[in-house]
């Protein structure tokens, strides 16, 4: 059983930037694929990126392309999502999830039922 830990989220303003950080327990996180999703007040819940277990693959919602970066440290049992020029509209709650693949270690996950373990959620909000 693995625990997520999300941290990082907070008030920017539009244009700026923020990291957020996924921890994970755990000694296998190195088998599991990891999705950061985000859901704003009275919407769904939607993916924003998503990565395999050595980051060789990764997969991005197309409002973030080219703002947003998915990567991982195995080594640190964490997943970062790096957030560039920030809008109001990525406001929301951002979550992440995982799970233990085993030997399927190639594929990316972007359905948020494909996923079995989440973290609390860290809340960012972006300023106009």
């Known amino acids: 059983q693995v625990q997520l830990v999300e941290s990082g989220g907070g008030l920017v303003q539009a244009g700026g930037s923020l990291r957020l950080s996924c921890a994970a327990s755990?000694?296998?996180?190195?088998?599991?694929?990891v999705g950061w999703f985000r859901q704003a007040p009275g919407k769904e819940r939607d993916v924003v990126a998503a990565i395999n277990w050595n980051g060789d693959r990764t997969y991005y919602e197309d409002s973030v392309k080219g703002r947003f970066t998915i990567s991982r440290d195995n080594a640190l049992n964490t997943v970062y999502l790096q957030m560039n020029s920030l809008k109001p509209e990525d406001t929301a709650v951002y979550y992440c999830a995982a799970k233990d693949l085993g030997s399927r270690l190639s594929i990316v996950l972007v359905l948020d039922y494909e996923y079995e373990h989440w973290g609390q959620g860290t809340q960012v909000t972006v300023s106009s």
């Open positions: 755990g000694r296998t996180f190195s088998r599991y694929a």
